[in-house]
């Protein structure tokens, strides 16, 4: 299936994050940069321990931010360790801090000189946030993030299950029908 593609600069692609071929990739990653199973199991078994040795070194993150290390073997030069929250039924600031971990994402790849990123669904696996919220929370941030930052030419958003690439891709129509009747 070809990419869906947006006038907002964001793609929406099925896939395994750790094969794109872009300047940043975005690991869901854990406050204690740990490692884990998920998305950043598999980030850290295809790109090498140097990740993991970088994350020990940097030592912790706070969930809604975000930390960049080099990308190790994998055909990405960064990689950006973003913590998103653990789902608590939306009574602990979650909205927040998904919505902070993008921002932070992208500011840390325009601080590095990227160009392209991508985003893997953060929460939505082991931390349990619901697909349909987390989807227009993570668009929504990452457009508004992209309208302050014109040097990241495109976001891709990667998913391994197809059922997320509709949930999303339903998201950003809504997002870009809202977009388009408020001007
Ligand atoms: N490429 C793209 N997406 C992937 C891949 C992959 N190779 N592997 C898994 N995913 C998807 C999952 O399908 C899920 O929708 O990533 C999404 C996020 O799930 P998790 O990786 O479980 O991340 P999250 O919910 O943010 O939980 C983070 O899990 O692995 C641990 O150390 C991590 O403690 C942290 C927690």
Redesign the pocket.
Known sequence: MPPAESPLRIELAL????KERVDAIVN???SGL??????????HRAGGPEIMEECRRIGHCDPGDAVITGAGRLPARFVIHAV?PVWEGGRDDEELLLASCHERALELAREHGCRTVAF??????????P?ELAARVALRATIEALERLPMIEKVRF????EN?LEIYGRALAHLKESAERSV
Do not use: H, K
């Not at 896939?15 to 750790?18: M, N, P, S, V």
């Open positions: 896939g395994d994050i750790t869901a990653a854990n740990r490692g884990g199973g998920g998305v950043d199991g598999a980030i998103g893997p669904a953060i929460s939505t696996g082991a931390y349990g946030y697909p990667v998913f391994v299950d997320l």
